[in-house]
């Protein structure tokens, strides 16, 4: 089989940095380490809209930020900061992370050359996400503590050793991730919905996505972000000092971007709510079963948090467009998946036991 080569005038995506330089504080000449992340699809989700606002002509999409390269929305950040991290000469990054974050430093940190090291909750990161972290070749270290826990250690480390911090605390993590709010702005024909709808944990992605709405200078959303009920420090205006959810990506109870995340939601006329893990699930489940989305359950939290405030008559869905950031892939998390979703059926090799099966 023959390939033609690459042309300069090749249509191929060079990742986000690349692709909104004239946006980013990155010139022409610096080498950039990415794995054309970004480009995520922007789904319509006409027969969800239906199931959480019948009637009222709700235009939902889905930016599926789990098909980025190593399965989130992390990827975005993180080419920025493992660019930037080799700009300043590092050689180690370190990061503490749920589990998203450890996959993506990873393996940027693979592809640059560099060591990685990655702070774990022991017993809370979901399977995808360590299998990934280890494959890439990270030094995985798993702390018999919460996030919270190893974010305060890796600040210190970080302090006492040249080791480059790769978590959202790093400005340059929200310099690439701002590009989301870019793409969707683009993806929507140059406006900006009137909803946007995300998770929040650490609160890096929703203080990035607003940088990025007012700099694009397209229209401002509104944001309503979704906490898990067990790890709501934002909705309840203090720590939370043991974090519980199944939705293990958002189980933190002192997230670093808290003021900047209160600012956004302000600065947007914007809402903040929590949501229970039944409604996390419920959400998890309506995605994949009435639209083919497979996502992780804390990427759920932003569909059960609309779905919550359109029950409750917070937000009037009538005529108006949201965007629903879907942030880790469903992969990512079989084990949920599995105990969650319904048992397989099982049956003998026998084409008796498959028609008495269908005529049961
Ligand atoms: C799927 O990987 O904090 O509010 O260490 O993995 O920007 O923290 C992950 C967070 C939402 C919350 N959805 O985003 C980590 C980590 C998924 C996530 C969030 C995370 P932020």
Redesign the pocket.
């Known amino acids: 089989m023959h390939y033609p080569p690459l042309q300069e005038s090749s249509p191929m995506w060079p990742g986000v940095i690349e692709a909104y330089r004239s946006y980013l504080p990155f010139d022409e000449g610096t080498p950039i380490i990415t794995l054309n992340e970004g480009n995520t699809p922007l789904i319509h989700a006409p027969r969800l809209a239906e199931a959480i606002a019948p009637g009222s002509g709700l235009r939902l999409f889905l930016k599926y930020?789990?098909l980025n390269p190593t399965g989130?929305?992390?990827d975005r950040g993180m080419t920025a900061a493992i660019t930037q991290a080799v700009r300043e000469g590092a050689e180690t990054v370190i990061?503490?992370?749920?589990?998203?974050?450890?996959?993506?430093a990873a393996a940027y940190a693979a592809r640059a050359g560099l060591r990685c090291l990655v702070l774990?909750p022991q017993g809370k990161i979901a399977l995808g996400?360590l299998a990934a972290s280890l494959a890439y070749g990270a030094d995985v270290i798993s702390i018999d503590g919460s996030?919270d826990d190893g974010l305060r250690m890796v600040r210190e480390i970080t302090e006492r050793r040249p080791i480059a911090l790769v978590?959202?605390v790093n400005p340059w993590r929200l310099e690439g991730?701002k590009t989301g709010a870019f793409e969707i702005v683009d993806q929507l024909g140059g406006q900006a919905p009137d909803w946007h709808c995300?998770?929040?944990?650490?609160?890096?992605?929703?203080?990035?996505y607003w940088l990025g709405y007012k700099q694009y200078g397209r229209g401002l959303p509104r944001l309503l972000?979704g906490q898990a009920a067990g790890a709501a420090p934002i909705v309840l205006g203090r720590v939370v000092e043991n974090p519980e959810t199944l939705?293990t990506?958002?189980r933190?109870g002192n997230?670093?971007?808290w003021r900047q995340?209160v600012e956004a939601l302000d600065e947007s006329g914007g809402i903040v709510t929590a949501v229970s893990d039944e409604d996390i699930l419920e959400a998890w489940r309506m995605l994949a079963r009435i639209e083919g989305v497979f996502?992780?359950p804390?990427?759920a939290?932003g569909l059960a948090a609309l779905r919550q405030q359109i029950a409750r008559g917070e937000i009037d869905a009538a005529a108006k467009t949201a965007v629903i950031?879907l942030?880790?892939h469903g992969l990512?998390d079989p084990g949920t998946a599995v105990e969650r979703a319904g048992q397989p059926v099982a049956l003998p090799a026998k084409i008796e036991a498959l028609e008495a099966y269908l005529t049961k």
């Not at 589990?99 to 993506?104: D, I, K, L, P, V």
């Not at 995300?198 to 990035?208: D, E, M, T, W, Y």
């Open positions: 930020e789990g989130s929305f992390k990061c503490a992370s749920t589990g998203n974050t450890a996959a993506s774990v996400k996030f978590n959202s991730q995300l998770p929040v944990g650490n609160a890096g992605n929703i203080s990035a972000g939705a990506a958002i933190i997230p670093a971007r995340a996502v992780e804390a990427s939290t950031v942030t880790g990512k």
